[in-house]
């Protein structure tokens, strides 16, 4: 219940009307996480397709899964709402998981297991990720296959098996983080150690890890294949290493999203999503403390040794040794910044042994190191995640106009398009729970490597009347470009909103190219004709 009240108060701008509040730190990424939000409902209609072509129109894009489990409130409240739930539900999970994960699986103390819980879950990481990334704050699942993963006997192995395949769906990126850590918290272990202690968990755990290897294998096989090597599959990121970096000072720094943050800390990082290395100085100092105090026991050391080496990484190219792994399949596709979220739960596991062996086996360190870490986290505890209003979705969209001109699944082109800048069109089908295609929107795709075109010569035209606030000179070959871009995207209609930037431009442009503009309810819309 604390862990949900304090999820609930981080996400508290959204609530007093979520579908005309929007995230003001990245409202871009909240209208494409609405869109696949609104998409998961037509896993009602037996869609469970892994690449769709309702978004970037006809080509399509992959789908991510998270949705899939919250379609019902989608479908009951729509979109807008199930974005505010699932952000603020997403950090309470974490936070219990964690906390169970310490205080059941670790056996540690409760307060011990408390704060380490609520580290995991409301580190400043975790809260900035929730600015729109929905896919990165979606990491319940870690504290199972955690404890999976370190007693892997073969029926955990099934089980493990199968958390990694949910896990992939709610997001791959956690997944290959969580993977990766793990790698490095097993091989620092087996450094710090007594050899003959690791060698003898490795006999024991190799049947169960095989299996669990061996299951998620056969479930990812597929999903795996439509990833990597399917029709949208693209290589590398949406962003360069050295642009998704974190700045050495942020370790120390407090996050402008934290209690005792302030704005000029912005600086530090690409964007206010990306605030995932803010840990703070004071958290640093006793982190370091308590791995002196406690460097005997192999389990904290490790943990010490794999977080310090997973900072270093999220340097990227320019400072760490981030260098080593670049290019290297699936790391290439990693930000190297989010290195620094998979260190969260190794400095929260370090606080919490301090605070348990502090309580439970010394009366002089009994409340001076649970006071201590306490002083330490203070600073960071959370601020509730900036918004500012939005537009409500067009009335045409909203009130079902829009089924007068375009079928079921048939494709609409607002105007101008959506692309990586302004999304925003895309909450048009997310108000619909998808039921039309759009082209273009904000998505990783292949485009720009294979000669392909995008965007298409009349999205590029229609973004010019934005730009300049005025209709571009129309030639003939614009006209046909046009004839071939509906054809293309097999366009139905053509919709421009009341309120968007260049409206008088963008009416002239169609009304030229088009004809007429028809006026219903509080959009402009043009009937493709090809």
């Given at each position: 219940?604390?862990?949900?009240?304090?999820?609930?108060?981080?996400?508290?701008?959204?609530?007093?009307?979520?579908?005309?509040?929007?995230?003001?730190?990245?409202?871009?990424?909240?209208?494409?996480?609405?869109?696949?939000?609104?998409?998961?409902?037509?896993?009602?209609?037996?869609?469970?397709?892994?690449?769709?072509?309702?978004?970037?129109?006809?080509?399509?894009?992959?789908?991510?899964?998270?949705?899939?489990?919250?379609?019902?409130?989608?479908?009951?409240?729509?979109?807008?709402?199930?974005?505010?739930?699932?952000?603020?539900?997403?950090?309470?999970?974490?936070?219990?998981?964690?906390?169970?994960?310490?205080?059941?699986?670790?056996?540690?103390?409760?307060?011990?297991?408390?704060?380490?819980?609520?580290?995991?879950?409301?580190?400043?990481?975790?809260?900035?990720?929730?600015?729109?990334?929905?896919h990165l704050t979606a990491a319940w699942l870690v504290p199972p296959i955690v404890w999976c993963a370190t007693r892997p006997t073969p029926r955990k192995g099934v089980l493990l098996g199968a958390l990694v395949a949910g896990q992939f769906f709610l997001g791959e990126e956690v997944l290959f983080?969580?993977?990766?850590?793990?790698?490095?918290?097993?091989?620092?272990?087996?450094?710090?150690?007594?050899?003959?202690?690791?060698?003898?968990?490795?006999?024991?755990?190799?049947?169960?890890?095989?299996?669990?290897?061996?299951?998620?294998?056969?479930?990812?096989?597929?999903?795996?294949?439509?990833?990597?090597?399917?029709?949208?599959?693209?290589?590398?990121?949406?962003?360069?290493?050295?642009?998704?970096?974190?700045?050495?000072?942020?370790?120390?720094?407090?996050?402008?999203?934290?209690?005792?943050?302030?704005?000029?800390?912005?600086?530090?990082?690409?964007?206010?999503?990306?605030?995932?290395?803010?840990?703070?100085?004071?958290?640093?100092?006793?982190?370091?403390?308590?791995?002196?105090?406690?460097?005997?026991?192999?389990?904290?050391?490790?943990?010490?040794?794999?977080?310090?080496?997973?900072?270093?990484?999220?340097?990227?190219?320019?400072?760490?040794?981030?260098?080593?792994?670049?290019?290297?399949?699936?790391?290439?596709?990693?930000?190297?910044?989010?290195?620094?979220?998979?260190?969260?739960?190794?400095?929260?596991?370090?606080?919490?042994?301090?605070?348990?062996?502090?309580?439970?086996?010394?009366?002089?360190?009994?409340?001076?190191?649970?006071?201590?870490?306490v002083a330490a986290l203070v600073p960071l505890v959370p601020l509730p995640l900036p918004t500012a209003p939005r537009p409500p979705v067009p009335r045409f969209f909203a009130e079902g106009y829009w089924r007068g001109f375009a079928p079921r699944d048939g494709t609409i082109v607002p105007v101008?398009?959506?692309?990586?800048?302004?999304?925003?069109?895309?909450?048009?089908?997310?108000?619909?729970?998808?039921?039309?295609?759009?082209?273009?929107?904000?998505?990783?795709?292949?485009?720009?490597?294979?000669?392909?075109?995008?965007?298409?010569?009349?999205?590029?035209?229609?973004?010019?009347?934005?730009?300049?606030?005025?209709?571009?000179?129309?030639?003939?070959?614009?006209?046909?470009?046009?004839?071939?871009?509906?054809?293309?995207?097999?366009?139905?209609?053509?919709?421009?909103?009341?309120?968007?930037?260049?409206?008088?431009?963008?009416?002239?442009?169609?009304?030229?190219?088009?004809?007429?503009?028809?006026?219903?309810?509080?959009?402009?819309v043009w009937r493709a004709r090809g």
């Amino acid at each position: 219940m604390l862990f949900a009240l304090a999820g609930a108060l981080v996400t508290r701008g959204l609530w007093p009307s979520p579908s005309t509040r929007a995230l003001s730190g990245n409202p871009a990424d909240q209208a494409l996480g609405e869109w696949f939000l609104a998409y998961a409902t037509r896993a009602y209609r037996g869609d469970f397709s892994f690449v769709t072509g309702a978004l970037n129109a006809p080509d399509g894009v992959n789908l991510l899964g998270v949705g899939i489990l919250f379609a019902p409130l989608t479908l009951a409240l729509g979109a807008p709402v199930t974005f505010a739930v699932v952000a603020g539900s997403n950090l309470a999970a974490n936070a219990t998981g964690w906390y169970l994960l310490l205080a059941r699986g670790a056996g540690l103390h409760r307060l011990a297991a408390l704060i380490g819980g609520a580290f995991c879950g409301f580190a400043p990481g975790m809260v900035s990720e929730s600015n729109g990334h929905l896919h990165l704050t979606a990491a319940w699942l870690v504290p199972p296959i955690v404890w999976c993963a370190t007693r892997p006997t073969p029926r955990k192995g099934v089980l493990l098996g199968a958390l990694v395949a949910g896990q992939f769906f709610l997001g791959e990126e956690v997944l290959f983080l969580a993977v990766f850590t793990l790698a490095l918290v097993g091989l620092a272990y087996a450094a710090t150690a007594a050899r003959t202690g690791a060698l003898a968990w490795a006999r024991e755990a190799l049947p169960g890890l095989g299996i669990a290897a061996a299951v998620a294998g056969a479930l990812l096989a597929y999903p795996l294949w439509v990833q990597f090597s399917g029709a949208q599959a693209a290589r590398g990121g949406a962003l360069r290493p050295e642009f998704a970096s974190a700045d050495v000072r942020s370790f120390a720094a407090i996050s402008p999203r934290s209690l005792a943050g302030g704005d000029g800390a912005a600086s530090l990082a690409s964007g206010p999503s990306e605030y995932t290395a803010f840990f703070g100085a004071p958290v640093l100092i006793v982190v370091l403390g308590a791995t002196v105090w406690m460097w005997r026991r192999p389990a904290v050391l490790a943990c010490a040794v794999a977080s310090a080496v997973l900072l270093a990484l999220s340097l990227g190219p320019r400072a760490g040794p981030y260098a080593l792994l670049d290019g290297l399949p699936v790391v290439e596709r990693a930000l190297p910044t989010r290195f620094a979220l998979a260190a969260i739960p190794l400095l929260a596991f370090v606080l919490a042994q301090a605070v348990h062996a502090a309580l439970t086996q010394t009366e002089t360190l009994g409340l001076l190191v649970p006071v201590a870490v306490v002083a330490a986290l203070v600073p960071l505890v959370p601020l509730p995640l900036p918004t500012a209003p939005r537009p409500p979705v067009p009335r045409f969209f909203a009130e079902g106009y829009w089924r007068g001109f375009a079928p079921r699944d048939g494709t609409i082109v607002p105007v101008p398009l959506p692309d990586a800048r302004d999304p925003q069109a895309l909450r048009w089908a997310a108000a619909t729970n998808v039921a039309f295609a759009t082209p273009q929107g904000r998505f990783i795709g292949p485009y720009g490597s294979d000669g392909r075109s995008y965007p298409r010569p009349t999205a590029l035209l229609l973004r010019h009347a934005v730009d300049n606030g005025d209709p571009p000179p129309l030639t003939d070959a614009d006209r046909m470009a046009l004839r071939r871009d509906i054809a293309y995207w097999r366009a139905s209609c053509f919709v421009l909103a009341d309120g968007q930037p260049g409206a008088e431009a963008l009416k002239s442009t169609l009304d030229t190219l088009l004809g007429p503009g028809e006026r219903v309810a509080d959009v402009w819309v043009w009937r493709a004709r090809g």
